[in-house]
DNA sequence: AAGACTGTAGGTATAAATACCTACTTTAAA
DNA sequence: TTTAAAGTAGGTATTTATACCTACAGTCTT
């Protein structure tokens, strides 16, 4: 028999995980190494487990998504990470690449399409999925390190706390009080999120918390 | 053999349905009939393919979750529904149940939830997770008629129409612009959306919009 | 035909958010 | 130890959103 390829998942939803387990399981060549279901286990887990290609949910509590991604491309060089995620913004792709995914797939992908992406992953080291945008590729290519604009949004834990507050429903006013801060101080900290989450005004920051994972729709 | 458990999946990401298809597949008492992305090709594959259970997820595009739910409590009364949804509130499941679900499961389910859900519908007539309330079981033992709240509480065209520009971030004057009205018309809009809805500003509409699946996020 | 609801929009007011400043203190990194 | 950033908060102004009214025309249902 031919090398098999060891595959490592990590995927929070249960139920996802646990299917693509069965599915990926019919493949004679695929070595489903371990599933886990967030990022401080699959880094527990890979320490011991050394495998070719991880399957990972960008959004997982407890060690996001991202987090894992990037220890595991320092750390894990032989270890080739394809990411699941539920958004498919050219903002998530060009981060995750530049974090150094070599694979990209939205939820709604085809069994099929994620077979594909870690036998391309395994032999030639990337994968692309046909809907990934021609513009997305074009500027992949010709500009190898892509924007670090992702390296100063990151949010500050103060700033993701009135995020918080902000897609609770609380005005200023309210926050200020629960913080026991100035309103002028949270007002300021609301504009800083607005800033760095490039959005004009509430909407645009509860978008934003719910798709960078900060607020979590219950 | 005993008779078999017939089993339909409604469920939009290909991935978890197909998942789901594979880890249910393993259980001898189970027939898969068919399984579709989305609520109108349920309605359309049920008419002639007759099922004990449908296993329907609550955020589909088309006909989404609840008018299928509806049409089919309606029309198929042999036919019995779990739903599976990413959203595990109160509100969700009063609704679902309401609406005729006999069953109800979150999206990080166990697939031994699943099969334990199925079997206890199909047997019992219905399931509740553990992880329901018991508040809430009171509320729906106590009280049969769910609170129809939610009747007079569904979104108008317009009210959509205004929802979705408000997600994107858009002031109401910049919506009036748009849809040729006047200011006052959409702020007027706004705030019955947020009367039915019942938000109290633009973070709680956001949510709404998102948790009611007005709104994709991309 | 009466009643209910939707869509339309005006009046008036207050509350909240947004925009663009300055400035000081603390903390962490170079 | 200088530099950089974060956290703090004040001034001032404009724009937006929220609240609670009234009113009328069109549509659909009873």
């Given at each position: 028999?031919?090398?098999?390829?060891?595959?490592a998942i990590a995927e929070?939803?249960?139920?996802?995980?646990?299917?693509?387990?069965?599915?990926?399981?019919?493949?004679?060549?695929?070595?489903?190494?371990f599933d886990v279901g967030d990022g401080a286990q699959l880094l527990e887990q890979i320490?011991?487990?050394?495998?070719?290609?991880v399957?990972l949910d960008?959004?997982m509590?407890?060690v996001?998504g991202?987090?894992a991604l990037?220890v595991i491309?320092?750390?894990?060089?032989?270890?080739?990470?394809?990411?699941?995620?539920?958004?498919?913004?050219?903002?998530?792709?060009?981060?995750?690449?530049?974090?150094?995914?070599?694979?990209?797939?939205?939820?709604?992908?085809?069994?099929?399409?994620?077979?594909?992406?870690?036998?391309?992953?395994?032999?030639?080291?990337?994968?692309?999925?046909?809907?990934?945008?021609?513009?997305?590729?074009?500027?992949?290519?010709?500009?190898?390190?892509?924007?670090?604009?992702?390296?100063?949004?990151?949010?500050?834990?103060?700033?993701?706390?009135?995020?918080?507050?902000?897609?609770?429903?609380?005005?200023?006013?309210?926050?200020?009080?629960?913080?026991?801060?100035?309103?002028?101080?949270?007002?300021?900290?609301?504009?800083?999120?607005?800033?760095?989450?490039?959005?004009?005004?509430?909407?645009?920051?509860?978008?934003?918390?719910?798709?960078?994972?900060?607020?979590?729709?219950?």
């Amino acid at each position: 028999m031919n090398q098999q390829i060891r595959i490592a998942i990590a995927e929070d939803h249960q139920l996802m995980r646990q299917g693509i387990v069965s599915l990926l399981s019919e493949e004679e060549d695929f070595d489903i190494v371990f599933d886990v279901g967030d990022g401080a286990q699959l880094l527990e887990q890979i320490k011991t487990n050394p495998v070719d290609i991880v399957l990972l949910d960008l959004d997982m509590p407890i060690v996001n998504g991202q987090q894992a991604l990037k220890v595991i491309t320092e750390k894990y060089s032989s270890t080739h990470a394809i990411i699941i995620s539920m958004f498919y913004s050219d903002d998530f792709i060009t981060e995750s690449i530049s974090t150094g995914a070599r694979g990209f797939l939205p939820k709604n992908s085809d069994i099929e399409n994620v077979v594909d992406a870690i036998r391309a992953v395994y032999s030639q080291g990337y994968y692309f999925d046909d809907k990934i945008s021609l513009d997305l590729l074009n500027k992949l290519i010709s500009n190898k390190n892509v924007q670090p604009k992702f390296k100063d949004e990151i949010l500050t834990e103060k700033e993701i706390e009135v995020l918080l507050h902000i897609c609770e429903g609380k005005t200023n006013k309210e926050i200020s009080v629960i913080l026991d801060k100035s309103q002028r101080t949270v007002e300021n900290t609301r504009m800083k999120i607005c800033e760095k989450s490039n959005s004009k005004n509430t909407a645009g920051l509860v978008i934003y918390a719910i798709k960078n994972q900060f607020y979590k729709i219950k």
